[in-house]
């Protein structure tokens, strides 16, 4: 048979797979985080007519004449270049910007996507739509994330409850005016909270005297008083006794008050406790940190959100549901966070859309079709060949 025959096969064949690859492109033109795939071709194994021969005296060498036997897939390479930005709005949309893939559990398998459009389930585990594969990260202790523990589901249910932090420590801060009428009084209060988060206001009370007595302090918390006497400033303004004192196990500082003639800025500081609180809603910061807003007014992280890298991402497997599953020419994965080892930003409200570029895919669509009416053309003029070789004997 005419080997002509036989190279017009596979050519069909190739063509075909390149149709499949590029149909499958352009039906995945509006799938989020999809990425698009090309065909490579090269030549099979070629038939020696004539070796070769080397130079020798008074003679030429010749070049080796061989026979193609027709063309096969290479390969098929995905490009994970960056699709375009597509913003939703929706707090539960997560866009990668740069490398990396979000690691998601189903069952016992581990897998990476770039799609990052979440939902949560009736338990409050951040889940894929359509697969309920569970985005993978590490859970907050009371606000603090340890990336170097194992991955866990992650987690935001509604009702989340923030604790409640005993105040130890209370501060004022400002200026008392050394030029004060005499009986001037100046109420000041800050809040605190017990261990189970109920709150107490702490007032401090600071009368001018008479000359040279200055400023004197009282203080209360309704339950509680102290009395830490008369204030005393250094030449420079500072203050100089007393800088501290305790009221109902709160340490209450004072070192930064000054005492200047002409200002009465004297306002409550800061002070380390908190009532509880429960989630109210959250965002994503762009290091994938889960930042959730709590009724007590506060923020507190609630999560982090994973991120995986390859050192070959193109020998990923591709797992159906825009996921892809580790190869074992991909590397294994380097989980660490979003901005670090290479991987890439988040972004909140914002979905990757797919790379896929239709005017390239139409035209490789062009050039698939015309390979495959040129190959079976090349069957057709070998079958008329072989044809004419039948009718020689009439």
Do not use: C
């Not at 907050?140 to 992650?154: H, Q």
């Amino acid at each position: 048979m005419l080997r002509s025959l036989f190279s017009g096969i596979s050519g069909l064949r190739s063509h075909q797979t390149m149709l499949d690859v590029t149909g499958n492109n352009i039906a995945n033109v509006n799938t989020t985080g999809f990425k698009s795939s090309q065909v490579q071709f090269q030549d099979t194994l070629s038939q020696v007519l004539q070796n070769g021969g080397g130079a020798q005296d008074g003679t030429g060498g010749t070049n080796p004449a061989q026979v193609g036997l027709g063309v096969r897939v290479a390969g098929i390479t995905t490009n994970f270049t960056q699709g375009a930005s597509q913003s939703t709005g929706r707090s539960t949309d997560m866009m990668i910007q740069g490398d990396g893939f979000f690691v998601v559990r189903k069952g016992p398998e581990t897998f990476y996507t770039r799609a990052g459009s979440f939902d949560f389930d009736a338990t409050g585990q951040m889940v894929l739509p359509g697969e309920g594969a569970i985005v993978q990260g590490w859970a907050a202790v009371n606000g603090v994330i340890d990336t170097n523990s194992p991955l866990v589901d992650l987690k935001v249910p509604a009702g989340t409850v923030m604790a409640a932090v005993q105040t130890t420590q209370a501060s004022f801060v400002g200026n008392l005016p050394a030029d004060a009428a005499d009986g001037t009084v100046l109420h000041r209060t800050i809040s605190a909270y017990d261990p189970s988060g109920v709150e107490r206001e702490i007032e401090l009370t600071f009368t001018k005297g008479a000359a040279p007595a200055g400023w004197s302090l009282g203080a209360s918390d309704g339950a509680a008083t102290a009395t830490p006497g008369a204030l005393t400033f250094n030449a420079d303004g500072s203050l100089a006794t007393p800088t501290t004192f305790a009221l109902g196990g709160v340490d209450v500082d004072l070192s930064t008050i000054t005492g200047f003639a002409g200002i009465e800025t004297l306002k409550a500081g800061a002070q380390n406790g908190q009532a509880a609180g429960t989630l109210l809603s959250f965002a994503l910061g762009a290091d994938g940190t889960i930042m959730g807003s709590f009724s007590n007014g506060l923020k507190q992280a609630v999560g982090r959100i994973a991120l995986g890298n390859f050192t070959n991402p193109g020998g990923l497997e591709k797992a159906g549901g825009s996921l892809f599953r580790t190869g074992v020419n991909s590397g294994p994965a380097q989980i660490g966070t979003a901005g670090t080892g290479g991987r890439g930003g988040l972004a909140g409200g914002s979905l990757e859309m797919s790379n896929v570029d239709l005017s390239s895919e139409f035209t490789s669509l062009i050039i698939a079709q015309r390979g495959f009416q040129a190959n079976s053309r090349v069957i057709t003029t070998s079958d008329e060949v072989l044809q004419e070789l039948v009718n020689l004997k009439r």
